[in-house]
T-cell receptor
């Protein structure tokens, strides 16, 4: 069974600074990987996903993520954070083999943006 | 606009009073799922459905029921709500399968007193 860890419960950055949110997974092969964002009072919105191919994935809202097989990681990055990026971010892992129908979500990282 | 619609957004009810949270999607998705979100516990799946009349339990199904009589609708039923079901609930749907990514509804905040 797959698992996913988001080591940081909270991250605080200043507006305009760069951002990296960490995600580590456990899976026997290359999984499907996702990042979602949850703004206050809203549902989760898919930022980007990785299935295969180019390990650097571009998403919406200026986010990107890089799949690193050697580190079992899929970290989310943004070069310059805006105050509107303050939200909860979830990494998720899916099983391409069909062994599990259900993706596994991390517990989330809360991003705080200081002016 | 492609979306998943949940109703109501907020609900306060009393212990034991049956309630239904509706979920509807307009994307012709086959796969639908219910999650609950609790502080410190993240997202936990309650039930899921892979097509009309096909449903199965997720990680935390106790105290909940679902039905999938039509492709677009996937209501969540609490026959006898209890305070430990106070939570934020999300409905989600997917075209290709759960492992391919979800579209989520805006959530229903339920309080059981």
């Amino acid at each position: 069974a797959q698992s996913v860890t988001q080591p940081d419960i909270h991250i605080t950055v200043s507006e305009g600074a760069s951002l990296e949110l960490r995600c580590n997974y456990s899976y026997g092969a290359t999984p499907y990987l996702f990042w979602y964002v949850q703004s206050p009072g809203q549902g989760l919105q898919l930022l980007l996903k990785y299935f295969s191919g180019d390990t650097l994935v571009q998403g919406i809202k200026g986010f990107e993520a890089e799949f690193k097989r050697s580190q079992s990681s899929f970290n989310l990055r943004k070069p310059s954070v805006h105050w509107s990026d303050a939200a909860e971010y979830f990494c998720a892992v899916g099983d391409p083999s069909g062994g599990s129908y259900i993706p596994t979500f991390g517990r989330g990282t809360s991003l705080i943006v200081h002016p | 606009e492609a979306q998943v619609t949940q109703n109501p957004r907020y609900l306060i009810t009393v212990t034991g009073k049956k309630l239904t949270v509706t979920c509807s999607q307009n994307m012709n998705h086959e796969y639908m799922s219910w999650y609950r979100q609790d502080p410190g516990l993240g997202l936990r799946q309650i039930y899921y459905s892979m097509n009309v009349e096909v449903t199965d339990k997720g990680d935390v199904p106790e105290g909940y029921k679902v039905s999938r009589k039509e492709k677009r609708n996937f209501p969540l039923i609490l026959e006898s709500p209890s305070p430990n079901q106070t939570s934020l609930y999300f409905c989600a749907s997917s075209l290709r399968g759960f492992n391919y990514g979800y579209t989520f509804g805006s959530g229903t905040r339920l309080t059981v007193v």
